[in-house]
């Protein structure tokens, strides 16, 4: 149990374009999702925290234009790099948080997305 | 701001050996996580430890939450290379469910 899964796992595109990651709790229900971006070696950045029904909220440095995330249901957030640029490139991870309980502490982890602009 | 402290940041040893990763804080948390991360995959969930004191053992990895819920430890007992990865600590009990990582535990065992 508590699978969750990212979509794609890499993307390589030019600078200027979008890219859209998807992130899905496959059997569990998730009012909590978390993006994160993660460096080499390095733990994990948290980049914002995304409620179902409402807007994300995004941690002091992060551009909320141009990383836009979208949670239309409790097993769905999206994250969209805007203009992406050679910068943004970096390995995205999200997670979903089950909805209650002592459990909601506990975050079950997507593959991750390996994204390289060009 | 929490801060969770993990230490050493880097850790070579050779199989068969035992070896224990830390976890420190001044700060209280509800719950202490950790994962282990491969390279190229997101972490995976090793075990969740929520009781001050609480001990759990996982095969040969054996985690422990402090009295005061400030501090862990994961110890490894007779190390292999499958356990090679970066291991995380995580405290919960942030605002929004929000989880506070330590720097994580680069580990190598070597054959």
């Known amino acids: 149990g508590a699978v969750v899964s990212q979509h794609p796992s890499w993307v390589i595109c030019k600078s200027g374009t979008s890219v859209k990651i998807e992130c899905r709790s496959l059997d569990f229900q998730a009012t909590t999702m978390f993006w994160y971006r993660q460096f080499p070696k390095q733990s994990l950045m948290l980049m914002a925290t995304?409620?179902?029904?409402?807007?994300?909220?995004?941690e002091q440095g992060v551009e909320k234009d141009k990383f836009l995330i979208n949670h239309a249901s409790l097993t769905l957030s999206t994250l969209t790099v805007t203009s992406a640029h050679p910068e943004d490139s970096s390995f995205y991870i999200c997670?979903?948080?089950?909805?209650?309980?002592?459990?909601?502490?506990?975050?079950?982890f997507g593959p991750g997305t390996r994204l390289t602009v060009l | 701001t929490q801060l969770l402290e993990q230490s050493p940041q880097f850790l070579s040893i050779q199989e068969g050996e035992n070896l224990t990763v830390y976890c420190n804080s001044s700060?209280?948390?509800?719950?202490l996580q950790w994962y282990r991360q491969e390279p190229g995959e997101g972490p995976v969930l090793l075990v969740t430890?929520?009781?001050?004191?609480e001990v759990k053992k996982l095969k040969r990895l054996t985690f422990q939450f402090g009295d005061a819920r400030k501090d862990s430890s994961l110890h490894i007992t007779a190390a292999q290379p499958g356990d090679t990865g970066l291991y995380l600590c995580?405290?919960?009990?942030?605002?929004?469910?929000?989880?506070?990582f330590g720097k994580g535990t680069l580990l190598t065992v070597n054959p």
């Open positions: 995580a405290g919960g009990g942030g605002s929004n469910y929000k989880l506070t």
């Open positions: 997670s979903a948080s089950p909805a209650a309980g002592k459990t909601a502490d506990t975050q079950y």
């Open positions: 995304s409620n179902e029904g409402s807007k994300a909220t995004y």
């Open positions: 700060s209280v948390f509800s719950s």
């Open positions: 430890v929520v009781t001050g004191g």
